[in-house]
């Protein structure tokens, strides 16, 4: 029964996430052209989108020549807006919560997951499931060991919450995919990952496989 039921989830998958990536990439240009559109659209009253006046970009070349390539310093003042007062400076979208880097190369950077882009990694996650099955079924069998961070590892000082991309997908996992993990996501990644790459760990001999990249 359970190896019926997840043949049908994948298929499933298979059907919503696969079959239209193959349309889309049929015809490129196209496809590029009406995402560029969607969040010029989704984000155009953002403060961001009004400076960089969106509402009359029409082009890919349009938009490189509008908004110039980023970095995290010089969109801070926007995140940092939007985390205290609320107000749609960068996205139209309030952040879920945020993510925090290591602050390995500076001060940490708290980048803002909003809905949709939670939304998007959690189709990712499906679609790399489903090509994962299509090529190694055998890789869905037994236990798996499932290294990610807490959904929920801290609050900021205005009480937004700081946490992994990866913690979120899991609480999103079906109950049936969630019991096959030969460790709880609650007891952290931090404290899995010594363990599991001990060469003289238990874990070490488990049968495991990657269900997608593990974003932060």
């Known amino acids: 029964m359970h190896d019926l039921l997840l043949r049908t989830g994948m298929e499933l998958h298979g059907i919503r996430y696969w079959r239209p990536l193959e349309r889309m990439a049929g015809h490129p240009d196209a496809t590029q052209q009406e995402v560029l559109r969607s969040l010029l659209v989704a984000n ?8 960089h006046r969106f509402d009359g970009i029409a082009s890919a070349s349009e938009f490189r020549d509008r908004v110039p390539v980023q ?6 003042p926007y995140i940092d807006e939007q985390r205290r007062t609320g107000a749609q400076a960068l996205t139209a979208e309030s952040p879920v919560f945020y993510a925090q880097t290591s602050g ?13 882009g939670l ?11 489903y090509l994962q099955f299509r090529a190694c079924p055998q890789a869905f069998a037994g236990k798996a060991l499932g290294i990610m961070g ?6 900021l000082d205005t009480g937004h919450a700081v946490g992994s991309v990866s913690g979120h997908l899991y609480l999103s996992l079906p109950a049936s995919v969630q019991s096959r993990l030969v460790v709880p996501a609650a007891v ?6 010594p363990l599991a790459e001990a060469p003289s ?10 269900r997608s990249p593990a974003p932060r």
Do not use: W
């Open 104 to 116: 390995s190369t500076g001060t940490p950077k708290y980048i803002p997951i909003t809905p949709s």
């Open 71 to 76: 970095d995290y310093e010089a969109l801070r």
């Open 44 to 51: 155009g009253n953002t403060r961001f989108g009004i400076e």
């Open 150 to 155: 807490a959904a929920v590892e801290g609050h």
């Open 188 to 193: 952290g990644a931090y404290r899995v990952r």
């Open 119 to 129: 939304e998007m990694h959690r189709a990712e996650q499906a679609l790399f499931s």
């Open 201 to 210: 760990s238990p874990l070490a001999t488990i049968k495991a496989y990657v």
